[in-house]
């Protein structure tokens, strides 16, 4: 079974702050790195370092060509990247001591998605295999469609969350996985138990990842549910975090493993890549993962 990403690529930006800047502050920040990032292409080195066959499909600029040289160190096909007039996107990210962050996203030359690109990617791939997808591209009703023609399975991140997801059909999809924020948003809901009961009751045959920060992870489908804690770091940088997650939870479906095993691996992942700098380095190696779970 095969995945194919079609998702955002972007060199993110990262300052180190005291403190998230406030509107109409100024604040000298502790340092600044330039990382590979992009919630597409780190959900996809999460799933090749997790040792799943993970193709990304996207958009770059002539500033993009590090992205094609990840690809080619993590195990991640390229052959669908394409290279566009334009610059790659960016995000400016905001860390602060407590290793939040706040992102802010230029899209780029993730926004120039055409109807013939996508149909000609999707065209290379059959019944069964999964299509990942965030909102970090345009078209994103377009390829839900066309992959569920396909037949494809279909898991969407919706993030982040806004009104271009409105537009999706979301009885096609088969994997949210999702934040409490963005679980939040798709149900109008808050509490994390009413969040799942929503969305199994709009749509009972998906199934439900829903991350909650401190609080772990909770699966959830029509008939079973499982909640996963966190394992406790000292993290200095989050991002990537819920990308890192997602990816192992999806190698791991595609392993065959049981959902709770699934769950203890992707926490532990996720738990390894807070305690680095940086989306795309920040993620680790199953070898390190399933040693550190002994
Ligand atoms: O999920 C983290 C990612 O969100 C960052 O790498 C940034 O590029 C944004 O897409």
Do not use: W
């Amino acid at each position: 079974m095969k995945v194919l990403n079609i998702g955002s690529m972007n060199l993110d930006h990262v300052y180190n702050v005291d403190h998230i800047v406030q509107p109409g502050e100024t604040q000298a920040t502790d340092g600044m790195n330039i990382f590979l990032g992009g919630k597409g292409m780190n959900q996809s080195i999460a799933l090749a370092k997790a040792g799943a066959d993970v193709y990304h499909g996207g958009m770059i600029g002539k500033d993009g060509q590090a992205f094609l040289q990840a690809c080619d160190e993590y195990g991640v096909n390229s052959k669908y990247i394409k290279k566009v007039e334009g610059k790659t996107g960016h995000a400016i990210i905001q860390i602060d001591k407590s290793a939040q962050n706040c992102i802010l996203l230029y899209g780029g030359t993730n926004e120039k998605l055409t109807e013939e690109y996508v149909d000609s990617v999707i065209a290379d791939f059959d019944e069964g295999d999964i299509l990942l997808l965030q909102n970090e591209v345009n078209l994103i009703p377009y390829i839900v469609d066309k992959a569920y023609e396909k037949g494809m399975q279909i898991a969407l991140n919706p993030s982040p969350f806004n009104e271009r997801l409105d537009a999706v059909d979301m009885s096609k999809i088969s994997y949210f996985l999702m934040n409490e924020v963005e679980g939040g948003q798709i149900t109008g809901l808050t509490e994390p138990d009413d969040i799942i009961a929503k969305v199994v009751e709009l749509y009972p045959n998906a199934k439900i990842v829903l991350t909650l920060g401190g609080d772990g992870a909770i699966y959830a489908d029509k008939d079973v549910r499982y909640h996963q804690p966190i394992f406790k770091v000292e993290a200095v940088d989050t991002t990537a975090a819920g990308d890192t997650f997602t990816g192992y939870f999806l190698a791991g479906i595609i392993d065959g493993m049981e959902i709770p095993d699934i769950l203890k691996m992707s926490a532990k992942a996720s738990s390894i890549a807070v305690t680095r700098e940086g989306a795309v380095p920040s993620i680790p190696y199953r070898k390190e993962v399933m040693e550190a779970l002994g």
